[in-house]
T-cell receptor, first 111, second 112 residues
Framework: RKEVEQDPGPFNVPEGATVAFNCTYS??????FFWYRQDCRKEPKLLMS???SGNEDGRFTAQLNRASQYISLLIRDSKLSDSATYLC????????????FGKGTKLSVIP | NAGVMQNPRHLVRRRGQEARLRCSPM?????VYWYRQLPEEGLKFMVY????????ESGMPKERFSAEFPKEGPSILRIQQVVRGDSAAYFC??????????FGSGTQLSVL
C-alpha cells in the first residue's frame, strides 16, 4: 500500500499562534487530498479537501506541492477548540477509491 | 438527515466469541467502507462495499473476518472467534460516490 507520512507531534502552541503541519505522500499519481480532524476517541471529520494548488477556509489553509509530494495545513489564530489530531489522507492512485490515512499530527492549543 | 449510524458504540467479548458490528450509511449513500484503528495508530482500510457487493476486501484478514451490505438493512462486519488483538475501534464510513467519506462514531471492541 502507498504511504502517507506525518510528524506525530505533539505540537503545543499558545492561543492565537499560527501552526503548520506537513504531510508527505508516496504515490505521485494521487490527484486529490484531504485533511480530517479527529478528536480523542471520536470519528474523523472532514476538514478540508485539496484538489489543486491549495484551498483556504477561514483560518485554515491547505496547500499542495506536487513536485515535492507534500501537503501542508496552516492554522492561523489558533483556538483552544482546535486541539485535536489532524489526519492527512491521500488516495492510492488517480482513480482509486482507496484512501490511505496518515497516523495523524496531534495539536494542543494552550491558554 | 441522520449521519452514519454505527452500533453498538461499545462491545465487549471474550476470546472465542463472535462480534457483529453494524453500520447504516447516510441516506442516499450506497458506498460503505470499514476501517480499523488501533490505539495511537492511523486508520487502516479493511473493506469497501456497495449494495450486495464486496468491491475490495484487500484490507481484511483472510480468516475470521467477513463483511456484507445486503439490499435491505445495515452493513455488517463480522469477526468470528475473536482474539485480544482484535481489540480496536472500528469505523464505518459512507459515501455517495467519490472520495469524500463521512464517518460513523465507531464501535470500540474490547476482547477480554
Amino acid at each position: 500500500r502507498k504511504e502517507v507520512e506525518q510528524d506525530p507531534g505533539p505540537f503545543n502552541v499558545p492561543e492565537g499562534a499560527t501552526v503548520a503541519f506537513n504531510c508527505t505522500y508516496s504515490n505521485s499519481a494521487s490527484q486529490s487530498f484531504f485533511w480530517y480532524r479527529q478528536d480523542c476517541r471520536k470519528e474523523p471529520k472532514l476538514l478540508m479537501s485539496v484538489y489543486s494548488s491549495g484551498n483556504e477556509d477561514g483560518r485554515f489553509t491547505a496547500q499542495l506541492n506536487r513536485a515535492s509530494q507534500y501537503i501542508s495545513l496552516l492554522i492561523r489564530d489558533s483556538k483552544l477548540s482546535d486541539s485535536a489530531t489532524y489526519l492527512c489522507v491521500a488516495p492510492d492512485g488517480a482513480g482509486s477509491y482507496q484512501l490511505t490515512f496518515g497516523k495523524g499530527t496531534k495539536l494542543s492549543v494552550i491558554p | 438527515n441522520a449521519g452514519v449510524m454505527q452500533n453498538p458504540r461499545h462491545l465487549v467479548r471474550r476470546r472465542g466469541q463472535e462480534a457483529r458490528l453494524r453500520c447504516s450509511p447516510m441516506k442516499g449513500h450506497s458506498h460503505v467502507y470499514w476501517y480499523r484503528q488501533l490505539p495511537e495508530e492511523g486508520l487502516k482500510f479493511m473493506v469497501y462495499l456497495q449494495k450486495e457487493n464486496i468491491i475490495d476486501e484487500s484490507g481484511m484478514p483472510k480468516e475470521r473476518f467477513s463483511a456484507e451490505f445486503p439490499k435491505e438493512g445495515p452493513s455488517i462486519l463480522r469477526i468470528q472467534q475473536v482474539v485480544r488483538g482484535d481489540s480496536a475501534a472500528y469505523f464505518c464510513a459512507s459515501s455517495p460516490g467519490g472520495k469524500k467519506l463521512f464517518f460513523g462514531s465507531g464501535t470500540q471492541l474490547s476482547v477480554l
